[in-house]
C-alpha cells in the first residue's frame, strides 16, 4: 500500500462528499496559515521522535506496534467525518459498519447470536463484563488468576465486589484445584479466565474449566484482550498450531473481550467484548431523548457503558477485516509469523550458553534471563536490567522488556537457581511483528551478545 497516496485520497474523498452540501464560509477564529502551522509542525514531528521504534523487528518489548495502513487510512478517512458511534444519529455509516466487525469477532469465537460492541480499551471491555456479572450475582465475588491482568483486582474495587485471586501452576494458568476450592465456598459468581497472559502468554485451561461451571452455578468470562486472535491458529498444522480445545471452549463461555489494537492491527484504542446471551442487555437500559431520536433500531450506546465513542475506530477496524478477515487465511498468516519467531527463538536460547529459557512461549512471547556466576536471584535481576538498559542504548540496538518473578515461580521452572532473594527480573519480548520471523537470528545474536559482558 501507498500511505501517502491513500491518504490524499481520504482527504479528497472529504472533500467531495462535503461539497455536496453546498459552500460555506469558514469562520475565521479557525484560521491557521501555513507558515504558522509549518512552524509548530516541526515542533511538533521533532518531540515525536523521542519514541522507540516500535514498527521495526529490532523493537521486541512490550505489546507496541503500529497499525496496518488499512487501519490507518480507514481511521483518518472517517475520522475527517468524525461520527460518534454512540447513536445512530452520530454515525449511522460507522454504526453499521461496527455491527459488521462485531459479527465476524462473533463468529471467530463461535458465538451465535451475541450482544457486543467495540470499545476504547480491553480495561473498559472487562471492565463491562464484570458490570454485568456482577449484576447477576450481586452477593457473590470474582475470581481471577495471579497472572491475569492487574485490572481485575483493581475493577473489582470499583464495582464494590470481593476479587478472588486464584494461584498458578508452574506454568502461569491458574490452578483449577485451588479454584474449586474457593468455588466450594459460594463466594464467588464469576470466574475470569486468560487466554494469552499479558506476562507469560499462558493460556488457562478454559475446557477443563467448563464444568465448574455447572457444578457451581458460576459465570465464565474470558480475558482474551491480548490473545484473542490467536483463535485462528487453534488445531492448525504446522509449528504455528495451537492445541484446539481450550479455544475452542470459548463459545460455551459467557462473554470474551479482545483487543483489535493487539493483533488485530488497530489504532489505540480498540476493545471490544462480547456477551453469549444478548438478555445481558437489560442492565445497560437508560433513556437518552436527545440522542436516539432518528431511528428505531438499537443504537448502539443503548448497550455500552460508555457514550461517545469514535466511530473511526469501527471505520478502520471494518477497512482492516474486508482485506485482512479474522480467518486462519487472513489474520491468522500474521500471528502465526510470530508465533513461528518465537518458538525458533527458543530453540536458539536452549542451546545458548549464555542465556537460558525460562518458559517454553505459548503464543508469541520469549521470556529467558543471562547465565551468571553465581547463578542466583540477585545477579539474573542485574544481569536482566543491564542487558535491557545496555542493548537499548548501544549502536546497534536491541528493545527488550523485563517481566518480575517470584523466587518460588523462577526456582520451580530452573532449580539450579539460587534463591537468595524474594524474585528478580527475567527478559521478556514480544513478538508481534510478523517480521521479526526474518528477525529472529539477529536479534538472538545480539541478545549473546550483551548477555555475554559480564
Keep these: 500500500m501507498d500511505l501517502e497516496h491513500w491518504l490524499r485520497e481520504a482527504a479528497r474523498s472529504n472533500a467531495r462528499w462535503s461539497a455536496g452540501f453546498g459552500p460555506y464560509e469558514p469562520h475565521p477564529s479557525l484560521a491557521v496559515d501555513d507558515e504558522r502551522f509549518a512552524e509548530v509542525f516541526g515542533e511538533f514531528t521533532e518531540r515525536l521522535k523521542d519514541n522507540y521504534p516500535f514498527f521495526h523487528p529490532r523493537y521486541a518489548g512490550q505489546m507496541l506496534k503500529p497499525p496496518h495502513p488499512a487501519a490507518v487510512v480507514g481511521y483518518v478517512t472517517a475520522m475527517l467525518i468524525n461520527p460518534n458511534n454512540h447513536a445512530l444519529d452520530g454515525g449511522p455509516a460507522t454504526a453499521l459498519m461496527e455491527?459488521?466487525?462485531?459479527?465476524?469477532?462473533?463468529?471467530?469465537?463461535?458465538?451465535?447470536?451475541?450482544?457486543?460492541?467495540?470499545?476504547?480499551?480491553?480495561?473498559?471491555?472487562?471492565?463491562?463484563?464484570?458490570?454485568?456479572?456482577?449484576?447477576?450475582?450481586?452477593?457473590?465475588?470474582?475470581?481471577?488468576?495471579?497472572?491475569?491482568?492487574?485490572?481485575?483486582?483493581?475493577?473489582?474495587?470499583?464495582?464494590?465486589?470481593?476479587?478472588?485471586?486464584?494461584?498458578?501452576?508452574?506454568?502461569?494458568?491458574?490452578?483449577?484445584?485451588?479454584?474449586?476450592?474457593?468455588?466450594?465456598?459460594?463466594?464467588?459468581?464469576?470466574?475470569?479466565?486468560?487466554?494469552?497472559?499479558?506476562?507469560?502468554?499462558?493460556?488457562?485451561?478454559?475446557?477443563?474449566?467448563?464444568?465448574?461451571?455447572?457444578?457451581?452455578?458460576?459465570?465464565?468470562?474470558?480475558d482474551a484482550a491480548y490473545g484473542g486472535f490467536f483463535t485462528l491458529l487453534a488445531g492448525a498444522e504446522g509449528p504455528a498450531g495451537l492445541a484446539a480445545a481450550p479455544w475452542r471452549a470459548i463459545a460455551r463461555c459467557d462473554s470474551v473481550v479482545v483487543d483489535p489494537h493487539k493483533h488485530g492491527l488497530q489504532p489505540y484504542g480498540c476493545g471490544a467484548v462480547l456477551f453469549a446471551d444478548p438478555e445481558v442487555g437489560r442492565f445497560y437500559l437508560h433513556d437518552s431523548p436527545y440522542t436516539y431520536f432518528t431511528s428505531d433500531e438499537l443504537h448502539l450506546g443503548e448497550i455500552s457503558l460508555e457514550c461517545s465513542r469514535a466511530g473511526a475506530s469501527a471505520a478502520a477496524l471494518w477497512l482492516t477485516f474486508r482485506l485482512l478477515p479474522p480467518t486462519p487465511e487472513g489474520l491468522g498468516r500474521v500471528l502465526a509469523a510470530g508465533r513461528r519467531a518465537a518458538l525458533r527463538w527458543a530453540e536458539l536460547i536452549e542451546s545458548s550458553e549464555a542465556v537460558e529459557l525460562y518458559q517454553r512461549p505459548e503464543l508469541d512471547i520469549v521470556t529467558c534471563f543471562p547465565v551468571t556466576d553465581p547463578l542466583c536471584l540477585s545477579a539474573v535481576d542485574a544481569a536482566s536490567e543491564r542487558v535491557m538498559r545496555e542493548g537499548m542504548a548501544a549502536d546497534d540496538p536491541v528493545f527488550l522488556s523485563t517481566l518480575r518473578a517470584s523466587a518460588s515461580a523462577l526456582t520451580a521452572r530452573r532449580p539450579e537457581v539460587a534463591a537468595d532473594a524474594d524474585g528478580a527480573r527475567v527478559l521478556r519480548s514480544v513478538l508481534m511483528k510478523p517480521e521479526a520471523e526474518h528477525q529472529v537470528e539477529r536479534l538472538h545474536a545480539r541478545l549473546e551478545e550483551l548477555a555475554g559482558r559480564r
Design 99 to 222: 455491527r459488521e466487525v462485531i459479527q465476524q469477532l462473533a463468529d471467530l469465537f463461535g458465538f451465535t447470536a451475541p450482544l457486543g460492541h467495540l470499545t476504547t480499551s480491553g480495561t473498559v471491555a472487562n471492565l463491562e463484563a464484570l458490570f454485568v456479572a456482577r449484576e447477576l450475582h450481586p452477593d457473590r465475588g470474582i475470581a481471577f488468576s495471579s497472572e491475569a491482568h492487574y485490572t481485575h483486582g483493581r475493577m473489582c474495587r470499583v464495582l464494590g465486589v470481593e476479587g478472588h485471586t486464584v494461584p498458578v501452576c508452574d506454568q502461569g494458568r491458574m490452578d483449577l484445584t485451588a479454584l474449586e476450592e474457593l468455588l466450594r465456598t459460594g463466594r464467588v459468581g464469576t470466574v475470569v479466565l486468560t487466554a494469552g497472559t499479558t506476562g507469560l502468554g499462558a493460556i488457562d485451561a478454559m475446557d477443563q474449566a467448563l464444568s465448574l461451571r455447572e457444578r457451581y452455578g458460576v459465570r465464565i468470562h474470558v
